[in-house]
């Protein structure tokens, strides 16, 4: 099992930034890929950004591009989302994703419990 710990969000005018991280712990895995999806009450969880691991290559929703910057602490099993030019349609509930493999199983994506994000016009 994989252990997401998630952290950053909060309530931020419109403009404003804010840094959410995730932060993955378990027993020895291979980890592929981080990244976050976001969900707002009523619509389908959509991506929002994620960051392979071993070669950092990174991709973005065309909603958040030039806005929001994904990295990674490979050392420390975390991953950042710098959010700035935050918007109003930007609140929802982010969540952490990771792709990774245990030994003797296949790959399985894992999910965090959700960090709030509200931005006030």
């Known amino acids: 099992q994989v252990q997401l710990v998630e952290s950053g969000g909060g309530l931020v005018q419109a403009g404003g930034s804010l840094r959410l991280s995730c932060a993955a712990s378990?027993?020895?895995?291979?980890?592929?890929?981080m990244g976050w999806f976001r969900q707002d009450p009523g619509k389908e969880r959509e991506f929002v950004a994620s960051?392979?691991?071993?070669?950092?290559?990174?991709y973005y929703a065309d909603s958040v591009k030039g806005r929001f910057t994904i990295s990674r602490d490979s050392a420390k099993y975390t991953v950042y989302l710098q959010m700035n030019s935050l918007k109003p349609e930007d609140t929802a509930v982010y969540y952490c994703n990771v792709l990774a493999r245990r030994p003797g199983s296949p790959q399985y994506s894992y999910w965090g419990q959700g960090t709030q994000v509200t931005v006030s016009s």
């Open positions: 960051i392979n691991w071993s070669g950092g290559i990174t």
């Open positions: 378990g027993r020895t895995f291979t980890m592929y890929r």
